[in-house]
């Protein structure tokens, strides 16, 4: 199966979002992979070529014109699946320091093979619920991007990944087209864990179809209580 990987150039180009020979071929491959193990295992509902290239490549990859990232930094993708946004952004990206946060280790065990058959260093699978990360001290607050793409509601999203940014770093929620009140409704959670008033930035992939980053600073410590046990986040929500 070839996977038409054209349809995002001129788009990436446009953003100024930088690619090599090296980049495609690598995302090609994990395509095929994505491919063949979601046969096996459920890592996604969109199975065709065009669809993996632009709903799942080309929108990961925009998030690189949205944040400003550092060489070598630190990032940590939450809930990651089949490993979006993160492992898109270690394909363009190599020099990122990549961690791959889930609770279900059968994903984990495809993304450790993409690594693998793709040779990218420095990504670390981590086999935890978010709640559980946030209290660990080799975790907490030491990223410089946390990512999640459409995991949970923003402020249950808040207490899941803030505690896990550092002080300076951003969290980005990737969401679709209704995201902005969301972002409304979880302002007090934000605040409350540490987060500055979110930036909230729109991008039009293909057609109709829109998405939504939803950036967040974190300005100060999160309070050492968060975050919760996840059904006490779940049943009294911030």
Request: proline share 5%.
């Amino acid at each position: 199966m070839t996977y038409p990987l054209e349809l995002m150039l001129p788009v990436l180009d446009k953003k100024g979002i930088a690619y090599t020979n090296e980049t495609l071929e690598k995302l090609d491959k994990y395509a095929t992979l994505l491919t063949e193990w979601n046969e096996k295992i459920n890592l996604t509902a969109i199975t065709d070529p065009e669809g993996i290239v632009i709903k799942h490549f080309l929108d990961c990859a925009l998030l690189l014109e949205k944040v400003d990232l550092k060489e070598n930094a630190k990032v940590i993708d939450v809930g990651t699946g089949a490993g979006f946004p993160g492992m898109v952004l270690k394909i363009f990206r190599p020099d990122i320091k990549l961690t791959l946060l889930d609770g279900l280790n059968k994903r984990l065990v495809f993304l450790n093979e993409v690594a693998n058959q793709l040779e990218l260093q420095g990504v670390e699978t981590v086999h935890l619920r978010a709640e559980e990360a946030g209290q660990k001290q080799n975790f907490r607050e030491s990223f410089d991007l946390v990512t999640a793409r459409a995991v949970a509601k923003l402020n249950l999203l808040y207490e899941y990944c803030l505690p896990l940014c550092k002080v300076g770093g951003t969290f980005c929620a990737m969401k679709g087209p209704t995201a902005s009140e969301e972002a409304k409704e979880a302002l007090g959670a934000g605040k409350l864990l540490g987060g500055a008033k979110p930036q909230i930035l729109t991008e039009t992939l293909t057609g109709e179809e829109m998405r939504t980053f939803i950036l967040t600073k974190k300005i100060s410590q999160t309070p050492s209580k968060y975050p919760r046990v996840s059904a006490k986040i779940a049943k009294q929500p911030l």
